[in-house]
């Protein structure tokens, strides 16, 4: 790589890493839980207001179902981290709940699971950074303004910050996060004792504020209906938790242990925060409405279009510590900054994913190669792509983006609890240590009930989120499925046609001959060469074929051919309509017929330029000609390049180049993958 792309590269992604420095990238427990678990936790600031939006319908009499809702959220989440538990200390090797699912359920179900994490993956950074774009717009008016913009700018600048590697992205995205953390759990605190203690009444800036019911009255079924709704939408603060357990080989050992400490961490961080900030929110008596131009009502009067909803993280820190006070610019910061970095989960959990898919050959093998920082570079680069795409189709609108949002997380809930519940009955089947047998039957039933939960929770979200967007994600996880079966498919094929014979096969008999064809167009340096190589090759027949397309150069070519008693046969094709590549295609198809044991070697002169302008001034004949004869079984074809003096500059040139050392230059080769820890059974 030339001085122009090499520094650029160094300054942006840092120094290559040897590959045996692979394990210096791997992480404490402190700093994975901001890597894995940045989303969970980050969730919290926009999943309590999802709630209130779905409930806002009914109008404010419908809000106090909210902290019900906050406790089926609330057991759910420690429903699916009891299980995750189970799931890294079965199967640490990083496959998450694609290798449960393959393993137990077969390839199709693993397809399935995988699909439904990718898709999860990009609407993971497109919602996070959507939403964090809005919560920095409620500060800065440019910001919202030019929204679009300044999201994909933020992918760009995470997509950067992750090509350093994992190690440094997670120091990176360590302190915001806890300054996050640190400060929810201050308002929390804070909000309390003001509450319960001092006797204070605090209040929101919505609390004036009506909400006008779009459903008046409602009841029966379509209460349940609603409350169905609001609680798939308040599911949003589980997206992230499987990535843990996508991420174990990451973790320094005990690579399990560590894992499900982390996650249990992160669970009990995440459903704090997010039953004290809708008990904020009730105290404060926020106001959110799904239309707010509309709906919200002051003094009698809709606010208008111009009304700008802040989130409800941001009207209960207004509540509880006073506009513009140290404290609320504080955590409005750290919100923006850490919704930013919650697109970190995905960044950590798409390219190993990816990874793993493309090993097992579902997706293409690029995605399995490591970069310069010991990253899975070109997944973090596909994952920018996706997501930025998904930025610029919905206008980086979070309440839009985030109704494709839970489906795809829940089918792999669903899934790898189901294929978890059938591991350990393949292990009891075997096992006759009455211990290890009391832990695994406490495994399952952990595991059965995640399975039946997520399950449920599944067909509430597609029922009630399948016409509000969550078809979108379906078509997304269809469409990952069908693509990933075609790869397969295609390496599977691939593999079959080129393995090694076991007996005898017409790939190891040798040729009955060979014919020898050297093309040329006229006599210099580059013909003569190839000449004086095709000579050296000893072949059964030699000779050198030319294209009739100019008489007066044909009959010119066959003076000097015999003036210098050349003693190569010189055979020249006519071509009324002056093509130069079908008839040599048509020559070399005719002797395969005639003998179609023997093998036919295409020659060809070419001379080579050191300017990238100078190829523009040859007709790159020699170039078309190889890319026809590669489709031409039993042809072979070889280049005899003339390097001509402007490609010794560029040689010299490039010599200097490579004994100047860039920062970080140095050759790398595939990182060795480490030993897989064994899988024990443990609670």
């Known amino acids: 790589m030339s001085k122009l792309t090499d520094v650029p590269k160094r300054i942006l992604i840092g120094r290559a890493l040897r590959s045996d ?16 678990a940045s989303d969970p936790l980050s969730s919290v600031a926009y999943a309590p207001g999802e709630v209130l939006l779905v409930l806002s319908i009914a109008g404010v009499s419908a809000y106090h179902f909210s902290p019900w809702i906050a406790v089926a959220v609330v057991v759910l989440m420690f429903t699916v981290v009891a299980s995750y538990r189970q799931n890294v200390h079965a199967y640490p090797s990083g496959g998450g709940d694609y290798e449960v699912a393959n393993t137990n359920l077969g390839p199709k179900a693993g397809l399935t699971v995988a699909s439904a994490l990718l898709v999860d993956y990009v609407l993971t950074v497109a919602v996070s950074i959507s939403s ?60 309390a004792f003001r509450g319960l203690v001092l006797d204070d009444t605090m209040k929101a800036p919505t609390a ?74 009730m105290a404060s008596n926020v106001r959110m409405a799904e239309h707010p131009a509309t709906d919200l009502l002051e003094n009698g009067v809709a606010v208008g279009a111009d009304y700008v909803q802040n989130p409800v993280i941001s009207q209960v820190a207004e509540a509880v510590f006073g506009d513009g006070s140290f404290m609320f610019v504080v955590l409005a910061a750290a919100t923006a ?23 097992d050959r579902y997706l293409p093998r690029q995605l399995h190669t490591r970069g310069d920082r010991l990253a899975f570079s070109n997944g973090i680069v596909l994952l920018a792509g996706a997501a930025g795409l998904l930025v610029w189709v919905y206008g980086a609108d979070s309440t839009r983006l985030i109704q494709l949002y839970i489906v795809g997380v829940f089918v792999s809930f669903t899934l790898s609890q189901t294929g978890m519940v059938r591991h350990w009955n393949r292990h009891l089947a075997t096992e006759r240590d009455q211990a290890v047998r009391r832990r695994m039957y406490r495994s399952r039933a952990i595991n059965t009930f995640g399975a039946f939960f997520t399950g449920l929770v599944l067909v509430v979200v597609l029922v009630t989120k399948f ?11 269809v469409i990952f499925y069908a693509i990933m079966s075609a790869i397969r498919k295609h390496y599977d094929r691939v593999a079959e046609e080129i393995a090694a014979p076991e007996g005898p096969s017409d790939d190891v008999v040798r040729p009955s001959r060979v014919h020898s064809v050297v093309l040329i167009s006229k006599i210099h340096r580059p013909t003569l060469r190839a ?10 027949t030699l000779e050198a074929l030319s294209v009739n397309v100019d008489p007066a150069e044909t009959k010119a070519l066959r003076e000097e051919w015999e003036r210098r008693g050349i003693d190569v046969p010189l055979k020249v094709l006519d071509s009324p309509y002056r093509e130069i590549t079908r008839p040599v295609i048509e020559y070399v198809k005719n002797l395969r017929k005639e003998s179609p044991r023997d ?48 490609s010794e500059v560029a040689k010299r040139r490039a010599r200097k180049q490579q004994e100047w050392n860039a920062p ?11 030993p897989k820890e064994p899988s024990t059974p443990k609670g």
């Open 21 to 36: 420095r692979l394990g210096e990238t791997l992480l404490p427990k402190r700093i994975a839980l901001p890597v894995f």
């Open 132 to 191: 964090g774009i809005e919560n920095l717009g409620s500060a800065i008016p440019f910001v919202i303004e030019n929204k679009v913009l300044c999201a994909i700018a933020v992918i760009v600048l995470l997509t950067l910050m992750n090509l350093r590697g994992v190690r440094e992205s997670g120091k990176l995205f360590a302190i915001p996060t806890y300054v996050f953390v640190v400060g929810v759990f201050a308002m929390i605190a804070w909000g």
């Open 208 to 281: 004036g504020f009506e909400i006008e019911a779009e459903q008046q009255g409602l009841a029966g079924f379509a209460l349940v209906f609603l409350l169905l709704r609001a609680f798939s939408s308040g599911c949003a603060a589980l997206t992230g938790v499987e990535a843990i357990s996508n991420g174990v080989p990451a973790f320094r050992k005990p690579k399990s242990k560590n894992a499900g400490t982390t996650l249990a961490m992160m669970g009990l961080l995440a459903v704090t925060m997010f039953c004290g900030i809708i008990g904020l929110a």
């Open 337 to 359: 900054l850490v919704l930013f970095l919650a697109a970190n989960t995905a960044y950590n959990g798409f390219p190993l994913l990816g990874s793993i898919l493309a090993q």
């Open 467 to 477: 016409t509000h967007g969550a078809w979108v994600a379906l078509l997304g996880m």
């Open 531 to 540: 000449l004086a190589y095709a000579k050296l090759m000893r072949s059964h």
């Open 599 to 646: 093998a036919v070697s295409v020659i060809i002169p070419e001379y080579v330029v050191g300017h990238w302008y100078e190829q523009l001034l040859h007709n790159q004949s020699a170039l078309r000609l190889k890319g026809r004869l590669l489709f031409t079984p039993g042809v072979m074809v070889t280049s005899v390049p003339y390097q001509l003096e402007s």
């Open 664 to 674: 970080g230059s140095v050759r790398r080769g595939p990182a060795e993958e480490r």
